[in-house]
């Protein structure tokens, strides 16, 4: 018998086409790879629904029966009636709510075994302070930042002067975003204030961070869990034209706002300082399973070279990055998705294992 993996794809955040089109990839390589894919759609409101791999693969409207976790039942049930039981889950929702531990405990919950990392290596890794400071614990490399929180807002002077004396340029960000939605390149004091302000419009938190002018950006993409784990080849992501650095517009709206160069043109000595750093950031988090490590690299000097955020939701599209980093290593996509499969199987049995009793 295939096995059957729920693909569970939409979600509430601004990656929600994104997640549509990674999911369309993720059904398709599933099937390839032996396993039948029932595809889950988390619509932006209202219940899930349980819709057919071929009308997800063909665009056309993402309906079917309407289905609901049962928890701790291992299983989901169908509006008027049925149970549908599958082998595995496979979250494909990226940002908030599906990247960042939130959904991951829905799983947890009913009692399914899921690909990519558990809650907290999801939400961790979609916190900006957090994972910049559990990477510096195990002696990775970050650039020096300012944290203001809501409660420090209305008295945030102090902490704008400490920012301006990290220098110029600065990166402010909200802390627990993505997709550079709030990000500004900030080049002069008189811009700091207002850039915070708006970033604050995004989160409970923001970070001023040293910026590193039109830093080079290198990502690599890692796989599997624990000792396993392994890294792919380095890529290089080049802002085109008028984008100064790599910002929601380049990202998504402008056809040619970005190159991709793969693998990336650094130094056989610096890529392989990369991927071990990748790795080890990877299991610092308490990661498993999959996640995209992106660095930044001073483009006067790469032996410069700084941790700058982690994705434990990678695009799956056709043409993310994720997929295409793990092409050039020699893994095919129905290669990667056999392997998610496996170790999030793998997990489920370990943590059975494990006692819940006190002695
Ligand atoms: N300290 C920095 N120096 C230079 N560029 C930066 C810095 N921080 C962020 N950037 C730029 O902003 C983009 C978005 O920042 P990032 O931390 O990756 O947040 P997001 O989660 O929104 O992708 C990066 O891809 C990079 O182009
Ligand atoms: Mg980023």
Redesign the pocket.
């Known amino acids: 018998m295939k096995k059957k993996i729920g693909v569970i794809f939409g979600g509430k955040s601004s990656e929600h086409e994104v997640s549509i089109e990674s999911a369309k990839t993720v059904c398709a390589e599933l099937e390839k790879a032996g396993f039948s894919a029932l595809p889950f759609y988390a619509p932006r409101a209202g219940a899930w629904r349980l819709v057919k791999v071929k009308d997800l693969l063909s665009g056309r409207k993402l309906a079917g029966p309407e289905i609901e976790p049962s928890l701790g039942g291992g299983c989901f049930v169908k509006k008027g009636g049925g149970r549908l039981r599958p082998d595995a889950l496979f979250p494909i929702i990226h940002g908030s709510t599906g990247e960042d531990g939130v959904l991951q405990g829905l799983l947890e919950l009913i009692g399914l075994p899921y690909t990519g990392c558990g809650v907290t290596a999801s939400a961790v890794g979609m916190d900006?302070i957090i994972s910049k400071e559990l990477a510096a614990l195990d002696g990775i490399p970050v650039?020096p930042h300012v944290v203001i929180r809501a409660h420090q807002k209305a008295g945030m002077g102090a902490l704008l002067k400490k920012a301006e004396k990290l220098g110029f340029?600065l990166?402010v960000?909200p802390v627990a975003?993505?997709?550079?939605?709030g990000?500004a390149?900030v080049k002069r004091a008189a811009e700091l204030r207002p850039a915070v302000i708006r970033a604050f419009r995004f989160d409970t938190a923001v970070m001023i961070?040293?910026?590193?002018?039109r830093?080079r950006?290198i990502v690599c993409g890692v796989l599997g869990s624990g000792g396993g784990a392994k890294a792919s080849v380095t890529g290089e992501?080049v802002?085109k034209g008028r984008h100064e650095?790599?910002?929601y517009e380049a990202k998504y709206l402008d056809d040619n706002g970005m190159d991709f160069l793969l693998p990336a043109p650094l130094s056989a000595e610096i890529s392989a300082r990369l991927r071990a750093l990748a790795v080890k950031i990877f299991l610092a988090l308490g990661g498993s399973g999959m996640a995209r490590v992106?660095f930044?690299v001073d483009p006067r000097n790469e032996k410069k070279i700084?941790f700058?955020?982690i994705n434990t939701l990678p695009g799956f599209t056709s043409h993310s990055l994720y997929p295409r980093l793990w092409g050039k290593t020699g893994l095919k996509p129905e290669k990667v998705l056999r392997e998610l499969v496996a170790i999030a199987l793998r997990a489920a049995a370990g943590k059975r294992r494990l006692t819940t009793a006190r002695k």
């Not at 961070?209 to 002018?213: A, L, S, V």
């Open positions: 900006k650039l340029p990166f960000k975003q993505g997709s550079s939605v990000v390149k961070e040293k910026g590193i002018d830093a950006e992501v802002p650095f790599f910002d992106d930044l700084y700058c955020e």
